[in-house]
């Protein structure tokens, strides 16, 4: 039989398959298209995941617990990385604080980006996945070993924001070292990571917001420039220091406004640089002002009304 194939040609064309074959066929084609739906499947979630953070601020407690609870219980059933059952979760109460829940959905996006990974590209060694969290804020990295057999031991490096001193650490895991680059003048947290075949590890170092301009600090520095501004009235410095004041009050609107927008960890950190250049504005203007205060409050000005001096 000139045209039949041999058996180990046979068993080849069985492996390799066709391109019809369905995720649940036993051929290359079949793997293929297994993750295929698997990339699918996390495309999706992930999609859904931002659209919940979206829409964050608009959804009540109630809509908010059963979106986390539903994604959660998803996310779980395409999920191939191990020791991860914190993440996925999905033992969530309608008590649960949002703050929690936001965490949760930012964790599960740092998981089914590591999923991806996984199912994209032939890895052998270890993937970092990092992200942050709220309270106050927190630097989380998850590190896992895609290898079925071989122990690997991966040194991991963390480099903080230039803001970042070692007094503003709250906590770190117990792996981490905390160190000062002196070239780059940043602090960073570093550990040698060994993971047995699958493992999977998820380091953390909780940092106080210093990001965040304190609504109080706010309200005093528009309190003391209306202090300041107060005794200008009827003066020959009242016109500058009118523009003074409408440009110190307009500075700490815009950052009200930035902080309110900064729904996420990173946007916090983000938002930050331009608020401090608001802030940095205000703290000029306020000492223009106590400048031109200070000849006013000796008696070295004229007074000033409708427009002429007397």
């Known amino acids: ?16 398959g066709s391109t019809s ?14 993750v295929k739906e698997a990339i699918e499947a ?5 999609l859904d ?4 953070l979206e829409k964050w601020g608009s959804l009540s407690a109630t809509d908010i617990y059963d979106k986390v609870k539903d994604l959660s219980t998803d996310i779980a059933a395409i999920n191939s990385v191990s020791n991860v059952e914190n993440i996925t979760n999905n033992n969530i109460t309608q008590n649960t604080d949002l703050s929690e829940l936001m965490n949760q959905v930012l964790a599960m996006k740092a998981l089914l980006s590591t999923n991806r990974t ?3 590209t032939v890895v052998s060694k ?17 590190i896992t070993n895609p290898s079925k057999t071989s122990t690997q031991t991966v040194p991991y490096l963390y480099y903080f924001p230039s803001e970042v001193k ?3 650490i709250i906590k770190k895991s117990p792996e981490l070292e905390i160190k000062f680059d002196a070239t780059k003048s940043v602090y960073y947290a570093s550990a040698d ?3 047995k075949p699958g493992g999977t590890i998820i380091l953390e170092v909780q940092v106080e917001d210093i990001w965040t301009i304190p609504q109080e600090k706010i309200d005093s520095l528009k309190k003391q420039a209306d202090e300041l501004f107060a005794p200008l009235k009827n003066t020959s410095y009242f016109a500058q220091g009118t523009t003074l004041h409408s440009n110190i009050l307009a500075s700490l609107d815009k950052i009200t406004i930035l902080q309110k927008q900064a729904k996420l960890p990173e946007d916090k950190i983000i938002g930050y640089y331009e608020t401090k250049i608001e802030l940095d504005s205000v703290n000029r203007n306020l000492e223009s002002l106590k400048t031109i205060v200070s000849p006013a409050s000796s008696g070295e000005f004229r007074p000033y009304r409708f427009g002429v001096l007397l």
């Open 1 to 16: 039989m000139a045209n039949q194939l041999p058996p180990t040609m046979k068993s080849s064309e069985n492996s390799i």
């Open 21 to 34: 074959d369905t995720s649940n066929t036993a051929s290359i084609f079949g793997r293929i298209q297994q």
């Open 42 to 46: 996390i495309d999706n979630s992930t």
């Open 49 to 52: 995941l931002n659209d919940l």
């Open 118 to 120: 996984l199912l994209e």
């Open 126 to 142: 270890p993937i970092i996945t990092s992200w942050l969290e709220e309270g106050s804020i927190i630097f989380k990295s998850l």
């Open 166 to 168: 070692q007094e503003n």
């Open 193 to 195: 990571i060994t993971l």
